[in-house]
């Protein structure tokens, strides 16, 4: 069945530090890819979207680009803030479908 | 605008109480759903619906009902509450393109269930 699979926190960088966080996914078809951010005591936030192969998506310096060879949809950011501070979700929703599937989430800690 | 907001916040039941949760959205979405939120597993969908009037079984469908009498409003119930219910539950709306679109969540409500 579809399913995504995120890299496992928590992750620990220092400001001004480059983040990736992997995400891969299972899925039938051409699924839309997502990331969600959610900052503590709150909901989730959509970060970014990509609906189609070879698509990037960015958003408040965060960026990434749905790879249909690698079935992937890693984030990155060139330089961590510590507002940058919250855990991260990544998901996908299939083309024929209703239902979002979420990753576990990576919790990322940024310290000054 | 509110977007999407949740009642209560936070609440503890007993083993066997029951209590509905109401969720609300004022961006005229046609899809809603319920999650809920455990350590370590991500979000789990419980139920959703894509529109008024209907509904339907998500992954973790057991031990809750739901009700969407009204477009703007999504009710979640525990019939017989348990400890394993214990959770942070998030609904989220989606629309008007339907399921493809980007999910809009509310803030949470937090239920310890003794």
């Known amino acids: 069945g579809d399913s995504v699979t995120q890299m496992e926190g928590p992750v620990t960088l220092s400001e001004e530090a480059f983040l990736t966080i992997n995400c891969t996914y299972t899925?039938?078809?051409?699924?839309?890819l997502f990331w969600y951010v959610q900052y503590p005591g709150e909901g989730l936030q959509l970060l970014l979207k990509?609906?189609?192969?070879?698509d990037k998506g960015s958003n408040k310096g965060f960026e990434a680009t749905y790879r249909k060879e690698t079935t992937s949809f890693h984030l990155e950011k060139g330089s961590v803030q510590v507002s940058d501070s919250a855990v991260y979700f990544c998901?996908?929703?299939?083309?024929?479908?209703?239902?979002?599937?979420f990753g576990t989430g990576t919790s990322l800690t940024v310290i000054p | 605008n509110a977007g999407v907001t949740q009642t209560p916040k936070f609440r503890v039941l007993k083993t066997g109480q029951s209590m509905t949760l109401l969720c609300a959205q004022d961006?005229?979405?046609?899809?809603m759903y319920w999650y809920r939120q455990d350590p370590g597993m991500g979000l789990r969908l419980i139920h959703y619906s894509v529109g008024e009037g209907t509904t339907a079984k998500g992954e973790v469908p057991d031990g809750y009902n739901v009700s969407r009498l009204k477009k703007q409003n999504f009710l979640l119930g525990l019939e017989s509450a348990a400890p394993s219910q214990t959770s942070v539950y998030f609904c989220?709306?989606?629309?008007?393109?339907?399921?493809?679109?980007?999910?809009?969540f509310g803030p949470g409500t937090r239920l310890l269930v003794l």
């Open positions: 961006m005229n979405h046609e899809y």
């Open positions: 998901a996908l929703i299939p083309n024929t479908g209703n239902q979002f599937y």
């Open positions: 990509a609906t189609k192969a070879d």
């Open positions: 899925a039938t078809g051409y699924p839309s």
């Open positions: 989220a709306s989606s629309g008007p393109g339907g399921g493809q679109e980007t999910q809009y």
